[in-house]
């Protein structure tokens, strides 16, 4: 039994150093995002060259909307009501163009004209936090470029579909209200998922249980071993 149970109560242990570990880095990575997303905005430079260096970094920019390229992020939420993120073409005063995700709209707000008065025109300034693509998980859906359903961020596709060039970036915008209450924006996830706490309880209750058991039978053969020595002797 001992044999068996002290690599297991090894690996039980190494597996609960490791998620703790993994806890420790997302709380250290999650403290980062916000001190970074609450730093001062910076104007967006012309380009971005290292975006991942960039990434929550606050940002405002100027120019106007084109609305009539308007894309939707499908499978979205907000407060548990499903719906979708409108990512919009932002020409700005220098001619380059970038994307911004204006924020959620419900699913009964998709057609522009439901929500005429977000629908902002002429020059505007934005702000916002630099957001990049992220690379979809095994059960995210394919993205259907030809309906306009979009479950993941795509950049190069999402570019080619408005007509601009291509950027590993967007803007998300701020939590700034538009007019008419839609889009709302202020979308950007944060925080990492971080449940690396209850596998740090498992891995270590586990290794706990199974070394009190092992030194019961231990204590138990022990015990039948001088049982039985007495027994002899007598």
């Known amino acids: 039994m001992i044999f068996v149970a002290i690599p297991g109560i090894l690996i039980l242990l ?3 150093s490791w998620q703790v570990q993994r806890m420790m880095w997302k709380n250290d990575t999650n403290a980062f995002r916000q001190a970074r997303a609450q730093s001062e905005a910076i104007a967006l430079p012309a380009d971005v060259e290292d975006s991942d260096a960039m990434l929550f970094r606050p940002v405002w920019l100027e120019g106007q909307f084109q609305h009539e390229k308007e894309l939707f992020l499908a499978a979205r939420s907000y407060r548990s009501n ?10 700005r005063t220098d001619g380059t163009v970038i994307l911004v ?3 959620w709209i419900p699913l009964d707000r998709r057609d522009p004209a439901s929500r005429a008065e977000g629908q902002i025109e002429g020059m505007v300034r934005i702000e916002g936090l630099l957001n990049t693509s992220v690379e979809p998980g095994w ?5 259907v470029p030809d309906e306009n359903f979009w479950y993941w961020l795509d950049m190069p596709s999402l570019s080619a579909q408005a007509g601009i060039a291509a950027r590993d970036y967007l803007v998300d915008a701020g939590p700034a209200a538009n007019p008419g209450g839609y889009p709302i924006g202020g979308q950007t996830i944060l925080e990492l998922r ?3 706490v209850q596998y740090v309880v498992t ?11 092992t030194i019961l039978m231990l204590r138990g053969a022990r015990r039948r071993a001088q049982q039985s020595g007495a027994d002899t002797d007598s």
């Not at 499903?82 to 020409?91: A, C, D, L, M, R």
């Not at 891995?203 to 058991?213: D, K, R, S």
């Open 139 to 143: 059960m995210t859906p394919d993205n």
């Open 14 to 16: 190494a597996l609960g």
């Open 194 to 196: 971080n449940s690396h």
């Open 82 to 91: 499903p719906g979708y993120q409108v990512i919009t073409p932002f020409e």
């Open 101 to 103: 995700n204006r924020g």
């Open 203 to 213: 891995w270590f209750a586990m290794a706990l249980t199974l070394g009190a058991i």
